[in-house]
């Protein structure tokens, strides 16, 4: 395994580094105001920034395939993902940010000729954005058999009808469609009874009931929904991994500038065993965790999505779950500024935390590992 930098990916690294240091970080403040005054419109200040990144060749940054994109290796790509994971807004204006972008991946793999001259095109070039809707209230979303929502057949359209929740990415300005997953053969077997749609947002009934939607913004095959969902979350979840590694990193730089400036009973909070037992941990667990997201990458680069699968659980579970200590461990040396809004950790804690829900929680993911393992043994 190969896991060294190209010099391509180092380019861009030192590119992107330049790019969010003068231009995004000061920027981050100014676009918060903006989308709290005009919370439906996307601010001047990002439409400025994506112009910034298209004209330095940041654009798309995450796109795999070279037809759409620049067409990095995952294993290239990971070092420039980790940099954006503390900074959102540097996701946001290279038009790498969730759920957006895998829902292009999953569309230029998956969608027609037509789908991806309607929607792809448009949303690699920043014009829109999309979400994806799949969990729903009522039901543990994390086993697809209990999904309840329903597209009935009816001529050459489908009526969906039913009701999801936490629809990742549906307030943003730009969002012009959602992916969506519906049971299309209730009672079939629980691994062909899904279907995906491309469900535009303006679509009449989307927020009431009896949502109708033609033929042709089926994604896939009908019935192939739950392979589609698989392959979409495949890859979100090792770039979410590599975000989160960022992150980590993040924390733990903060953590070790406020231990030696704070102090209690008369020394230093750095200098007890405990707090220098956390700092030793976490540069352990992070580079623990960054080796395993690049094996992941890697294989995914050289033999493929599929072969990576097994991995991409693991990372789910071990990365969040040693991101999230770090973080933790890191509230604890700032104390009261730890939660407030002064600092980010409290931020990244409440997103950490959920992530352990999203995207198949660590129960699931945790399952599927001890089936490998039990089938490898037997």
């Known amino acids: 395994?190969?896991?060294?930098?190209?010099?391509r990916s180092d380019r861009l690294l030192d590119q992107l580094?330049?790019?969010?240091e003068t231009s995004v970080t000061p920027a981050v403040?100014?676009?918060?105001?903006?989308?709290?005054?005009?919370?439906?419109?996307?601010?001047?200040?990002?439409?400025?920034?994506?112009?910034?990144?298209?004209?330095?060749?940041?654009?798309?940054?995450?796109v795999r395939h070279p037809?759409?994109?620049?067409?990095?290796?995952?294993t290239e790509y990971a070092q420039l993902a980790e940099f954006m994971g503390p900074h959102p807004l540097a996701q946001e204006v290279t038009n790498c940010d969730a759920p957006s972008n895998i829902n292009g991946d999953a569309m230029i793999a998956y969608g027609?000729?037509?789908?991806?001259?309607?929607?792809?095109?448009?949303?690699?070039?920043?014009?829109?954005?999309?979400?994806?809707?799949m969990t729903?209230?009522?039901?543990?979303?994390?086993?697809a058999a209990n999904l309840a929502t329903t597209a009935v057949k009816d001529g050459d359209h489908w009526i969906l009808n039913g009701r999801k929740w936490y629809v990742s990415g549906v307030l943003h300005p730009k969002c012009a469609y959602m992916m969506t997953v519906a049971n299309t053969a209730d009672g079939g077997p629980p691994h062909g009874r899904h279907t995906q749609f491309i469900l535009p947002v303006d679509t009449a009934g989307v927020t009431v009931e009896d949502v109708r939607v033609p033929d042709a913004n089926v994604l896939g095959e009908v019935g192939g929904g739950f392979a589609i969902g698989q392959a979409r979350l495949g890859p979100a979840r090792v770039q979410h991994c590599m975000r989160i590694i960022g992150i980590a990193e993040e924390a733990l730089r903060l953590m070790c500038e406020r231990a030696p400036?704070?102090?209690?009973?008369?020394?230093?909070?750095?200098?007890?065993s405990n707090v220098m037992d956390w700092i030793g941990e976490a540069r352990i667990e992070i580079e623990a965790a960054r080796l395993m997201v690049l094996r992941a990458a890697w294989l995914m680069d050289t033999q493929g999505d599929k072969a990576s699968a097994p991995h991409m659980s693991q990372i789910k579970v071990q990365v969040v779950r040693s991101?999230?200590?770090?973080v933790d461990r890191a509230i604890q040396v700032f104390g009261a500024a730890g939660v407030s809004e002064d600092t980010p950790l409290a931020r990244w804690y409440a997103m950490l935390r959920s992530l352990r829900i999203a995207d198949g929680p660590d129960e699931v993911h945790l399952m599927g590992i001890a089936r490998r393992e039990l089938r490898r043994h037997a």
């Not at 580094?17 to 969010?20: I, K, Q, R, T």
């Not at 729903?136 to 086993?143: C, G, I, K, Y």
């Not at 991101?323 to 770090?326: E, H």
């Open 112 to 133: 027609s000729p037509e789908q991806k001259g309607r929607w792809v095109e448009p949303q690699l070039d920043g014009q829109i954005k999309s979400a994806f809707a």
């Open 17 to 20: 580094c330049d790019f969010v």
């Open 261 to 272: 400036t704070r102090s209690t009973f008369g020394a230093a909070v750095s200098t007890r």
């Open 1 to 7: 395994m190969d896991f060294s930098h190209s010099a």
């Open 136 to 143: 729903e209230p009522a039901v543990a979303s994390s086993d």
């Open 29 to 62: 403040e100014i676009v918060a105001g903006e989308r709290a005054d005009n919370p439906g419109v996307p601010p001047v200040t990002t439409e400025r920034l994506i112009a910034e990144a298209k004209n330095a060749g940041l654009w798309n940054l995450c």
């Open 323 to 326: 991101a999230t200590t770090v």
């Open 67 to 74: 037809d759409y994109g620049p067409g990095l290796l995952f």
